[in-house]
């Protein structure tokens, strides 16, 4: 059984960072794709990004782009999401999962397996 769990989330401030982990057990990672959800309260979960196994392509949800990066330790079976200028849009649980290919996709039906996400809270 694969299990996932995040961490790093908390409250900060308007412009300020939080780097997001995923550990993932059970199975190894390297040879699937990753990804980050999320969903605010009230709103459908979205996407935010991926990486695929080899870290040689990511993929970001154009409300992200330029502030967040995706990367990933595959001997060590994390994902990591790092979040800079965040803003009050921001907040929202964030989910890390796994799709079980190789192609990126932002969609959320196609990844497998998923966490119990880890709360951003950014205020203005």
């Keep these: 059984q694969v299990q996932?769990?995040?961490?790093?989330?908390?409250?900060?401030?308007?412009?300020?960072?939080?780097?997001?982990?995923?550990?993932?057990?059970?199975?190894?990672?390297r040879t699937y794709v990753m990804g980050w959800f999320r969903r605010a309260p009230v709103k459908e979960r979205e996407f935010v990004a991926a990486i695929s196994w080899s870290a040689n392509s990511t993929f970001y949800a154009d409300s992200v782009k330029g502030r967040f990066t995706i990367s990933r330790d595959n001997a060590k079976n994390l994902v990591y999401l790092q979040m800079n200028s965040l803003k009050p849009e921001d907040t929202a649980l964030y989910y890390c999962a796994v799709r079980r290919a190789v192609v990126l996709t932002t969609t959320?039906?196609?990844?497998?397996?998923?966490?119990?996400?880890?709360?951003v809270t950014v205020s203005s």
């Design 108 to 119: 959320a039906l196609s990844y497998k397996f998923w966490g119990q996400g880890t709360q």
């Design 4 to 29: 996932l769990v995040e961490s790093g989330g908390g409250l900060v401030q308007a412009g300020g960072s939080l780097r997001l982990s995923c550990t993932v057990s059970g199975r190894t990672i």
